[in-house]
């Protein structure tokens, strides 16, 4: 390979353009901190009628406190929006409401005054203008991503506008980013060109890596052990994830248990049998535990034996049709985080029963087990109800993608999606 005189024009030019995405980011950032800033003395105004910073002190905290979160915010966007690994509005939003929460404690902790009234009506807005400049950062279509030929067939040409490279070589076009497969990793042609991206800055993607990132999902073909082996969650977070577990189903069942408890009385009143269904499921480490759920089919509905729910499945009543729809059967399972069978989010635990056969058909099918079983999961706000062996294949490239990439940033991802799930009642069976 030949280092020329237009490799350096072209790093150059690749560097320059990654600045001006980064000033387009960081202009958007100072107009929407002006709209925040200019909504916060509106409201001032209507609530006070005085400007601002001639406002009670509740309102002065209240507006300090969304306007320092607002820019701590713009500090990760900064950072996520150089290169887009995954859904930039939705890491941004999950954030965000984060931060809010981590706020509103701070003020009750350190018992500073503030206005519900002014923090009811800022922090959605606050909210609103997030969403528009996050919509802004994930939009990639001005990224020029350089790939071998050969990998042309193996993308999705709706995610990203792609420059073909002939050889091992920045081609004419700028690009902003280099795409390769373990094939040019293991030519020897193209170690001398991948060395030099990485000297002078030049991202390179792995083809994969990237694939997964606008899925959210892995290959199963393209995986083997070794990623198994690399896979290796923070001892940290997973101490703070069974933490939150704690507290999260200690909550949820102190305000949930009336409403609990009235689900359960109009299930014995429609049906007979007990208003808790229980099954084995498989838990951490292959585990077996007795799951609970609310009964939602009639009793002894799987005396023949377990099996996948259908669409308009028939054993299904009508208070079940509701509680499945909006996920109320799952609330029972809180009991299970609590005693340490479940997360509150993980992949959803599988039929004892079932998993001999799913083994046998999906080999990889077991490495679920790694962690922790989730009343919510990726797989299900991804894909919905898993009813047969082929839609199983499908939500395990779902789970492990959600084992690989184990975080905070993916589980309040999955709490947003799970919400808007409950709200719509989408994908039940």
């Known amino acids: ?254 305000f949930l248990g009336i409403p609990m408890l009235l689900v359960a009385l109009l299930i014995r009143f429609e049906t007979t049998g007990p208003a808790i269904f229980m099954q084995k499921r498989v838990g951490l480490g292959g585990t077996p535990f007795t799951m609970y759920k609310f009964r939602s089919m009639v009793h002894n509905a799987e005396s023949g034996g377990a099996q996948f729910a259908t669409e308009g499945d028939k054993r299904v009543t009508r208070i079940g049709r509701f509680i499945r729809k909006y996920r109320i059967d799952e609330l029972p399972q809180l009991f299970n985080v609590l005693r340490g069978d479940m997360s509150l989010i993980g992949p959803r635990p599988e039929q004892m029963i079932l998993l001999d056969g799913l083994v046998e058909k999906i080999p990889f099918f077991p490495f679920r087990h790694s962690v922790r079983p989730g009343i919510t999961g990726w797989a299900q706000v991804c894909q919905g109800y898993a009813y047969d062996i082929d839609s199983s294949s499908e939500k395990i490239t779902y789970d492990l993608f959600y084992i690989k990439n184990l975080s905070l940033l993916l589980d309040m991802t999955i709490i947003l999606r799970t919400i808007r799930i409950l709200l719509t009642g989408a994908g039940s069976r």
Request: proline share 4%; charged share 15%.
């Open 1 to 254: 390979m030949v280092f020329s005189p237009q490799m350096t024009e072209q790093v150059v030019q690749i560097r320059q353009r990654a600045g001006r995405r980064q000033l387009v980011n960081i202009t958007r950032m100072l107009v929407s901190l002006s709209c925040l800033i200019a909504a916060e003395i509106a409201v001032s105004m209507v609530l006070e009628g005085r400007h601002l910073f001639n406002a009670p002190v509740s309102i002065r905290n209240s507006a300090m406190l969304i306007t320092g979160i607002y820019l701590i915010e713009f500090l990760f966007a900064l950072r996520i929006s150089r290169w887009t690994r995954f859904r930039v509005g939705e890491q941004l939003l999950s954030i965000w409401l984060a931060l809010g929460l981590v706020g509103i404690f701070g003020l009750l902790l350190f018992r500073l005054p503030y206005s519900v009234t002014f923090l009811g009506l800022i922090y959605p807005t606050a909210t609103i203008i997030l969403l528009l400049f996050g919509k802004g950062l994930s939009q990639r279509s001005s990224m020029r991503i350089g790939v071998p030929a050969q990998l042309f067939p193996q993308l999705d040409k709706g995610t990203g506008t792609f420059v073909s490279m002939a050889s091992a070589s920045l081609p004419v076009d700028a690009i902003d980013a280099v795409v390769v497969s373990d094939e040019q990793l293991k030519d020897s042609s193209w170690t001398p060109f991948l060395s030099w991206c990485a000297l002078n800055a030049v991202p390179v993607i792995m083809l994969r890596d990237y694939i997964e990132a606008q899925t959210g999902r892995v290959d199963l073909l393209d995986f083997t052990f070794d990623d198994l082996l690399r896979v290796r969650s923070s001892d940290t977070y997973l101490f703070s994830k069974r933490l939150f577990d704690v507290v999260g189903s200690l909550l949820f069942i102190i």
